[in-house]
């Protein structure tokens, strides 16, 4: 099943980049920034990765972010994580990134956009891998402040395929963040947002009829409401789950009890999805591996997972075609 897993053509719609900053190069570009760090070695970073909660990630998070400095980081960051991508057989993923835990330190957001865009642009012509980019909006921050993070963006718009919602989720509702969605809207992005990890089923309700979004990240919850199901069934709205990162964060108390494998065989459109991999112990292959192990997954239901992928991504209709076509050479094979 490994190798199953490993060689299954896949895209991954749900990934932090920032969330890819693992010990070694966070280290590394530390001495290149010459930013002490408050963690002595390598080993100390990975003992701190001990979270109760998604509140406690988040400072942690954000910690990390400050050895990211010049436009070269965001490129080594970004270049780092497609590389393991690609050796994962993911064959097209779509990067959130989060402008804000960078400019409220003074860096700018050509500097962040830059860099990373460099990365992606290189992965498709060096690696052979697609992409887009989803700027996110941090919900625990003011409305006033993702709006003047959405007026920075538009210069670069024709790069940035969708806007998201993440950060702290409990007490800060989508509904928070209406008007800016509108004005995304109305600036032809398309829109995501994470719901229902922490937050209860209202805020997965109130990011698809006061945000419009195209689909639900995390959205775990959603199994609490029946005619929350039914809606998610009926419109095929996907759902971007990370299994790791559920049970690290304690949303389930193990991968045994992780609703993934139920959800799927509701009819919903669940993806498979690594979050911020370098705190969570694993990448995409990894999130497909503990699940299969923990929830008995069939190759049929593996296949499910990764067409679903190709399907709730923002490719096009013929780009998802031709994926799910390299997909089901895979299976024959």
Request: aromatic fraction near 10%; glycine fraction near 4%.
């Amino acid at each position: 099943m490994e190798k199953f897993i490993r060689g299954l053509p896949k895209a991954e719609l749900h990934l932090h980049i920032e969330g890819t900053l693992e010990p070694e190069l966070m280290f590394k570009l530390a001495e290149r920034n010459q930013i002490k760090l408050p963690f002595e070695s390598v080993a100390a970073v990975k003992k701190a990765y001990n979270f109760q909660n998604l509140q406690s990630f988040l400072d942690i998070y954000y910690q990390g972010t400050q050895v990211l400095q010049q436009e070269q980081d965001f490129y080594d960051l970004t270049w780092a994580y497609l590389q393991k991508a690609v050796s994962q057989n993911v064959r097209h993923v779509e990067v959130f990134f989060d402008p804000q835990s960078h400019t409220e330190r003074g860096i700018s957001f050509n500097t962040v956009h830059t860099g990373i865009y460099r990365a992606l642009q290189d992965a498709r012509s060096e690696l052979g891998l697609s992409s887009q980019l989803i700027l996110c909006f941090l919900r625990h921050l003011s409305a006033e402040q993702a709006m003047a993070t959405l007026v920075e963006a538009l210069p670069y718009k024709d790069t940035i395929v969708a806007v998201g919602l993440d950060s702290s989720e409990l007490g800060n509702p989508p509904s928070k963040f209406k008007v800016v969605f509108d004005r995304a809207r109305a600036e032809n992005f398309l829109t995501v947002a994470h719901a229902g990890e922490e937050g209860p089923p209202e805020y997965i309700w109130e990011a698809l009829k006061l945000l419009n979004v195209s689909r639900i990240d995390h959205g775990v919850r959603s199994i609490e409401d029946a005619d929350l199901l039914d809606y998610l069934i009926e419109r095929q709205i996907p759902l971007t789950i990370c299994p790791l990162s559920n049970v690290k964060l304690k949303v389930f108390d193990s991968m045994e009890q992780h609703n993934l494998k139920k959800l799927l065989n509701l009819g919903l459109c669940v993806t498979v999805n690594s979050d911020d991999p370098a705190y969570f112990g694993g990448y995409i292959a990894e999130n497909y591996q503990a699940a299969t192990d923990a929830l008995k997954l069939s190759q049929q239901e593996l296949y499910q997972l990764a067409k679903n992928s190709f399907r709730a991504s923002f490719l096009t209709p013929e780009a998802q075609d031709a994926s799910i076509a390299e997909l089901d050479s895979f299976m024959r094979r």
